[in-house]
């Protein structure tokens, strides 16, 4: 049976939950992993594919019918691979490093636009964002530079807002090392040299079951660790490229890969 419905959004759930129990797929996005949750509950087979995967089986014209078309056509693909469903404590633990990301990108704008305005005065920060933060206290305690008083007015505001935004990257890092002290998978991922508090919590939220992966070298290209090839299929010759587009030999580009196994 083929149901061609439009649903708004309060009517998904008391659509799906008249239905016996089926094959539900849909495309990864902001709210996929809410509706899969729901969908589970309902006791639906519910499974997301990546956007990416999807594009290629999309016809002329970005409607929701066309997108709805390509996903299924996109499931019948014997090869096609699904997105885990993560659970709210993952979204949560990730919504902290997305904010995390945002908070740091502002400062290093703030840091820098105080840098830039400085110099026109003849005064220069030393290298080092704690340098900075250094000279921005100072200038929020009223220990300005000799700069015009329009001047010293925006250089304090800018110099209040970096260091804001570098207490609560501080404190949401502390609630990142707390949510880490209670998750057993990024407790494992400190034993591993080189892995910290927020690479171990940011891979423990990011992947929900690492079965999903056949090998250490899938996982390493998942996370986008192993040059990307660029290969034209003739005489069976594959080329692997740097990130700045030199080309890698293809027995070192294997060995890196064997590494990575």
């Known amino acids: 049976m ?17 239905l016996p129990p089926c094959v539900v797929r849909m495309e990864a996005c902001g709210t996929s992993h809410h509706w899969a949750r729901e969908l589970i509950r309902l006791g639906h087979d519910m ?22 078309e390509a996903i299924c056509e996109a499931v019948t693909r014997p090869t096609m691979r699904f997105v885990p469903v993560k659970s709210p404590e993952q979204q949560a633990a990730l919504s902290m490093h997305r904010t995390r990301d945002l908070l740091v990108k502002q400062r290093t704008q703030l840091v820098n636009m105080v840098r830039g305005l ?23 305690d009223g220990q300005a530079p000799s700069v015009p008083p329009e ?6 505001r800018l110099s209040q807002q970096a260091l804001d935004t570098h207490v609560q990257c501080r404190e949401i890092g502390l609630d990142l090392l707390a949510w880490q ?16 508090p927020i690479g171990a919590t940011a891979l423990a939220a990011s992947v ?14 998942w996370l986008d660790l192993t040059p990307p090839q660029h290969s034209s299929g ?24 064997d590494v990575v196994d």
């Open 151 to 156: 001047a010293a007015k925006i250089v304090g």
């Open 2 to 18: 083929a149901v061609r419905k439009s649903l708004r959004r309060a009517q998904v759930l008391p659509f799906f939950a008249k």
């Open 181 to 196: 002290k209670t998750n057993d998978t990024a407790c494992r991922l400190m034993s591993i040299p080189g892995i910290g």
């Open 208 to 221: 929900s079951d690492p079965h999903h992966f056949r090998s250490g070298r899938e996982f390493a290209a």
């Open 234 to 257: 003739r005489q069976g010759k594959t080329r692997t490229h740097h990130q700045d587009g030199r080309q890698i030999p293809s027995n070192t580009a294997r060995r890196r890969h």
């Open 118 to 140: 400085l110099p026109e005065f003849g005064i220069d920060i030393p290298q080092g964002l704690q340098r900075a933060l250094e000279m921005a206290r100072a200038i929020v």
């Open 47 to 68: 499974r997301m594919m990546p956007p990416a995967y999807v594009k290629p089986y999309a016809k002329r014209g970005k409607t929701d019918a066309a997108d709805a």
